[in-house]
T-cell receptor, first 116, second 113 residues
Framework: GAGVSQSPSNKVTEKGKDVELRCDPISGHTALYWYRQSLGQGLEFLIYFQGNSAPDKSGLPSDRFSAERTGGSVSTLTIQRTQQEDSAVYLC??????????????FGEGSRLTVL | GNSVTQMEGPVTLSEEAFLTINCTYTATGYPSLFWYVQYPGEGLQLLLKATKADDKGSNKGFEATYRKETTSFHLEKGSVQVSDSAVYFCALRLGQAGTALIFGKGTTLSVSS
């Protein structure tokens, strides 16, 4: 497809379980971002990958959260030992960098995580 | 730190009413400013942007002017439509294209006919 693809679209899990969320960015986009959208909290930045550079992990809320990006393309966000406060919509976005003057981020439709 | 503050919602308007959604920012340096929109059931998409002071971004009848003196980027539309019902996010970016955006909490707009 032409857009950012995220899976699963919905995930229900039990407290204490690990979950993996996947993001497939737009082909050729070198930058990839993860955000968390919680009710009343807006969009919270989690992590940012830019090409082969070390990722900016400054937004990860705890060491239970981690992300990787393999081959400069697909990314996986992993949440270990999930807690109820992790329930949110996890959004992935990508953007081109060099040569791009707009700085526009292209978002996927998100993965809704519910922790029971 | 760097942050974006938006007016609390929800904003409820009748069709053809005038819309203003306030956005102010705090930033070190000179950010680029953005408005994103999230229609029901869809992903966020860029609505408009401005990259320097006094720039006006516009799209789909919406406008916002980058006001450095008041650190604001208020979103306006002269005549809203039911199809404008959505959540609107103000955001800033410091640095080069490709760095992460900092978003406000979003403002829900509901337009009735």
């Amino acid at each position: 497809g032409a857009g950012v693809s995220q899976s699963p679209s919905n995930k229900v899990t039990e407290k204490g379980k690990d979950v993996e969320l996947r993001c497939d960015p737009i082909s050729g986009h070198t930058a990839l971002y993860w955000y968390r959208q919680s009710l009343g909290q807006g969009l919270e930045f989690l992590i940012y990958f830019q090409g082969n550079s070390a990722p900016d992990k400054s937004g990860l809320p705890s060491d239970r959260f981690s992300a990787e990006r393999t081959g400069g393309s697909v990314s996986t966000l992993t949440i270990q030992r999930t807690q109820q406060e992790d329930s949110a919509v996890y959004l992935c976005a990508s953007s081109p960098t060099s040569g791009s003057l707009t700085g526009e981020l292209f978002f996927g439709e998100g993965s809704r995580l519910t922790v029971l | 730190g760097n942050s974006v503050t938006q007016m609390e919602g929800p904003v409820t308007l009748s069709e053809e009413a005038f819309l203003t959604i306030n956005c102010t920012y705090t930033a070190t340096g000179y950010p680029s400013l953005f408005w994103y929109v999230q229609y029901p059931g869809e992903g966020l998409q860029l609505l408009l942007k401005a990259t320097k002071a006094d720039d006006k971004g516009s799209n789909k009848g919406f406008e916002a002017t980058y006001r450095k003196e008041t650190t604001s980027f208020h979103l306006e539309k002269g005549s809203v439509q039911v199809s404008d019902s959505a959540v609107y996010f103000c955001a800033l970016r410091l640095g080069q294209a490709g760095t992460a955006l900092i978003f406000g909490k979003g403002t829900t707009l509901s337009v009735s006919s």
